[in-house]
């Protein structure tokens, strides 16, 4: 089976993690000269758990995404593949910088009907007020052309099972 596997870049990663560290120092620093007040600790808190999850995350080699014949795997898809049949479009958005594809789907319902009624209510909310998917794909932190991917997406979209192979060993050829 032939698959496109996509990971974090590690330098987008190392930045955020140098701008986490270098917060959770200040307000170490803040804290130790007397200025023991909440912001300070919350600074601490916050940009400390963030420096962990960004370290985490760095020395992780999982994958974050996975685009195969069958569909689409990610972390963002609830660990679930979504399948090609079931994927209408895909088109790029960006909400606050972070960058997403997001996959219109005609069967919406068959997805997540095993999720929470809390989930299924941020989907919508997110729908209403971002202008996102049920289905986004987070890709700001991937190494990768974003335009690259969603074109592919788009082109395994509309072909059939027997070719969309091809097009990922062709796509995989450019590399």
Request: proline letters at 0%; one cysteine or more.
């Amino acid at each position: 089976m032939t698959e496109l596997k996509l990971y974090s870049s590690k330098k987008k990663i190392f930045g955020f993690l140098i701008i986490s560290l270098l917060l959770t120092s200040a307000d170490i620093f803040i804290i130790c000269n007397g200025n023991n007040n909440w912001k300070a600790w919350l600074g601490l808190v916050l940009f400390s758990g963030c420096s962990i999850a960004l370290l985490y995350r760095m020395l992780s080699d999982k994958c974050e995404l996975t685009i195969d014949e069958n569909g689409v795997y990610g972390k963002s898809t609830s660990n679930k593949t979504i399948r090609w049949e079931i994927m209408k479009d895909a088109y790029l958005h960006k909400v606050n910088n972070q960058i997403f594809i997001c996959l219109v789907l005609h069967e919406k319902e068959s997805i997540y009907k095993d999720e929470s009624d809390f989930k299924k209510d941020m989907m919508e909310f997110n729908k209403i007020f971002f202008g996102i998917q049920e289905v986004n794909l987070n890709i700001g932190l991937l190494n990768c052309d974003k335009n690259k991917i969603l074109g592919l997406l788009l082109l395994l979209i509309h072909f059939e099972n027997d070719k969309r192979s091809k097009v990922i060993n062709d796509y995989l050829m450019e590399l």
